[in-house]
C-alpha cells in the first residue's frame, strides 16, 4: 500500500512541477503583443482595445490605414479596397493615379508577385474583415480573433508605409 501511495505523490509532484513550468515559461508558442504591431493599427485602436470594444477596434484599424494611404497617394476620391488595390496595381502610374512600388521592378515574376499579392491581401482584408464588421452591428469578436485581424490590418499598413509612390511622368 506505501509503494502506492508514494507512487501517487510522486505522479502528483511530476504534474505540479509540470503545471509549475508551464506557467512561468508558457507553451513555447509565440506570442504576439499588439504593441509591436504597426503603430498607424495599435495607435489608432488603443483605446478601444483596452475597453473591450474589438469589432470597433478593427473599424478604426481600417480608417486608419484608409487615411494614410489616401494621403500618401494624395487620392481622397477612392477608399479601401478600391484605392489600395489600384494602389498596388501593376499598371503604370497616369495622371492622379499615382501606384505603390516595393523596390526596382527587376521585370521578375517575385516582384509581379508582391505587388499583386498586396493588392489582393488589401482587397481580402477590408472585403472579408472591414465590410462585415462595419454591416453586423450586433456581432462582437472575441479578443483572440480580432488580435488576429488587427495583426493582418498591421501587415497591410506596413505595406503601405514601406512602399515608395510612382507617378506619371
Known amino acids: 500500500m506505501t509503494s502506492h501511495r508514494e507512487a501517487a505523490h510522486r505522479a502528483i509532484a511530476q504534474l505540479e512541477a509540470e503545471q509549475e513550468l508551464i506557467d512561468n515559461l508558457g507553451s513555447g508558442a509565440p506570442q504576439l503583443d499588439a504593441a509591436t504591431l504597426h503603430p498607424w493599427v495599435w495607435g489608432s485602436v488603443q483605446g478601444l482595445w ?3 470594444h474589438f469589432r ?39 495622371s492622379g493615379q499615382p501606384r505603390f512600388r516595393h523596390g526596382a521592378d527587376d521585370g521578375s515574376d517575385n516582384y509581379r508577385s508582391r505587388h499583386e499579392g498586396a493588392g489582393s491581401f488589401a482587397r481580402g482584408v477590408y472585403s472579408a474583415i472591414r465590410s462585415p464588421i462595419a454591416h453586423e452591428l450586433d456581432h462582437e469578436l472575441e479578443e483572440n480573433e480580432a488580435l488576429e485581424q488587427l495583426a493582418a490590418f498591421s501587415i497591410l499598413a506596413r505595406w503601405v508605409d514601406e512602399a515608395d509612390v510612382e507617378t506619371a511622368p
Do not use: Y
Open 50 to 52: 483596452s475597453s473591450g
Open 56 to 94: 470597433e477596434a478593427m473599424g478604426m484599424a481600417a480608417k486608419a490605414i484608409n487615411a494614410q494611404t489616401q494621403a500618401k497617394l494624395g487620392r481622397k476620391h477612392l477608399s479601401e479596397a478600391k484605392l489600395l488595390s489600384d494602389a498596388f496595381s501593376m499598371k503604370p502610374p497616369a
